[in-house]
């Protein structure tokens, strides 16, 4: 990979996450099948491609611009395709009297300047108890396939036609009681208090998350993913958009009271320094940001890590999962989690050890129900 190709990627990155300008002939000759690795590698390509269109001093070689071209529209049929099935699946089980809540996903894709371009993956309904038994009675028939259910998290994993359907019977995070404490109360705001949004998808009225709800629940969906594996840069725009998107609308003293609640306010300035630094967003829109020098230093490790690992483990070996028994592959999976460790006290060494526990004692009760 040529030196300049992660300044370049950041670049046309910062340029289709808000429309900007970009200007490349500074970075000298650029591998654009590098930076599109890249961007596959964090499930942005389409936001690097939005980036190209934005280029003010020159025009990429046509068969550099292709690749990017093609992938965006592949994006803009799947996005199609899968925001038609939610508003089917949804007509549908609001039909059998069951109330969902539609989570991550295409709930924050239209908080994107180009929804369609924004890489669409798993659909996720959040539920209450009795609507959780309901909806695994009247869609498990309809799957292809159904994985094994997590009974105490409350999550059922499933195919639909071409999609993979998660149903969540809680936001269960896995890294904290604290934690564990405070997504309970975006429960019971959301479920008891009444306290939702609406998403207009088609003809559909899709309920999601309440915006400082779903604002917490993403950002606590991001330190889940790098803890346990490996977090994607499309996460983490993902929350950038929710943040401009709504950033005169939440009420920061709620959501500083949930940080707090939580113990991730460390957590927080540290990504809100990724944010700025390297995904270009305006500082005045990150609640609680601070130009502080350890904050861009955290930051620098964070963004490292993040390329290392890729979206969701993208960059990981995995192939132990068919090489080797189970006892090996829980051997493999904690000693990658050991060595992870080292690097996340490198950047959070109070919460690494606050959250290091619980994320075991999961692993162990994985182990002994016979799971991954």
Not at 70 to 76: A, I, T, V
Not at 113 to 128: A, H, K, T
Request: a positive charge.
């Amino acid at each position: 990979m040529k030196s300049n190709t992660e300044q370049v990627f950041f670049a046309l990155l910062q340029a289709g996450l808000w429309e900007k300008d970009a200007q490349l002939l500074p970075f000298g000759e650029i591998d654009f099948s590098a930076v599109m690795s890249l961007a596959e590698e964090q499930s942005v390509a389409g936001l690097v491609a939005a980036g190209i269109e934005h280029i003010v001093d020159g025009r990429p070689a046509k068969e550099d611009v292709l690749p990017f071209i093609g992938r965006s529209m592949q994006l803009e049929q799947r996005n199609m395709g899968i925001n038609r099935f939610i508003g089917i699946i949804v007509k549908k089980m609001q039909g059998e009297g069951i109330e969902t809540v539609l989570v991550k996903g295409q709930s924050v894709a239209q908080c994107y300047e180009r929804p369609q371009w924004r890489s669409c993956g798993d659909i996720d309904f959040y539920l209450n108890k009795e609507n959780y038994e309901k909806a695994k009675a009247y869609l498990t028939p309809l799957a292809a396939s159904v994985e094994d259910e997590y009974v105490r998290e409350k999550h059922l994993g499933m195919t639909i036609g071409s999609w993979v359907v998660e149903l969540h019977g809680s936001l269960y995070s896995g890294l904290s009681s604290r934690v564990e404490q405070e997504l309970a109360m975006v429960y019971w705001d959301t479920f008891m208090n009444r306290n939702i949004r609406r998403w207009k998808n088609g003809g559909t009225e899709i309920p999601i998350l309440a915006m400082e709800n779903n604002v917490f629940y993403v950002f606590t969906h991001i330190l889940q993913h790098f803890y346990k594996g490996g977090v994607g840069l499309r996460q983490i725009c993902d929350w950038c958009r929710l943040l401009w998107t709504y950033r005169q609308e939440i009420d920061v003293m709620k959501l500083e009271g949930q940080l707090r609640r939580a113990g991730l306010m460390t957590a927080w300035r540290a990504f809100g320094a990724v944010a700025v630094e390297y995904l270009g967003m305006n500082a005045d829109a990150v609640p609680f940001y601070s130009d502080a020098t350890k904050w861009k230093k955290k930051a620098s490790r964070i963004k490292n890590y993040v390329l290392m690992s890729g979206n969701l483990g993208h960059n990981r070996d995995h192939s132990y999962f068919e090489k080797y028994p189970f006892l090996i592959r829980k051997y493999v999976s904690f000693s990658r989690r050991m060595r992870d460790l080292t690097r996340h006290a490198q950047v959070f060494p109070l919460d690494s050890l606050r959250f290091f526990p619980r994320i075991l004692i999961n692993g162990m009760r994985s182990a002994v129900r016979g799971e991954g």
